[in-house]
Nanobody, 125 residues
Framework: EVQLVESGGGLVQAGGSLRLSCAAS????????IGWFRQAPGKEREGVSC????????YYADSVKGRFTISSDNAKNTVYLQMNSLKPEDTAVYYC??????????????????WGQGTQVTVSS
């Protein structure tokens, strides 16, 4: 059974930090890229960051560049999203998802097959 399980969300003040984790199982981790998406109330879901499990290539949305860092521990089949200098506009439900590497650059934000249940991140001003 394919599973993506997010953890690490919570409530933090503006300027603070959180680290999200995405634990993957049930598929060949090295054959997939993992992406982080977020959806705020009343807004469309947007791609935040992604990483290729095969070569470690990383991509970031402009809104989080310089503040968020994505990393992967292939031995643990886990991807992390370190979020620093958080802003109230970062408040959203954050999801991780997996896309086959052959689909192309993960930052096309399309073709993601598997999704986690999401974790809430709330940044207070």
């Amino acid at each position: 059974e394919v599973q993506l399980v997010e953890s690490g969300g919570g409530l933090v003040q503006a300027g603070g930090s959180l680290r999200l984790s995405c634990a993957a199982s049930g598929f060949t981790f090295d054959d997939y890229a993992i992406g982080w998406f977020r959806q705020a109330p009343g807004k469309e879901r947007e791609g935040v960051s992604c990483i290729s499990s095969s070569d470690g290539s990383t991509y970031y949305a402009d809104s989080v560049k310089g503040r968020f860092t994505i990393s992967s521990d292939n031995a643990k089949n886990t991807v992390y999203l370190q979020m620093n200098s958080l802003k109230p506009e970062d408040t959203a439900v954050y999801y991780c998802a997996a896309v086959p590497s052959f689909f192309g650059i993960c930052s096309s934000w399309s073709g993601y097959d598997y999704w986690g249940q999401g974790t809430q991140v709330t940044v207070s001003s």
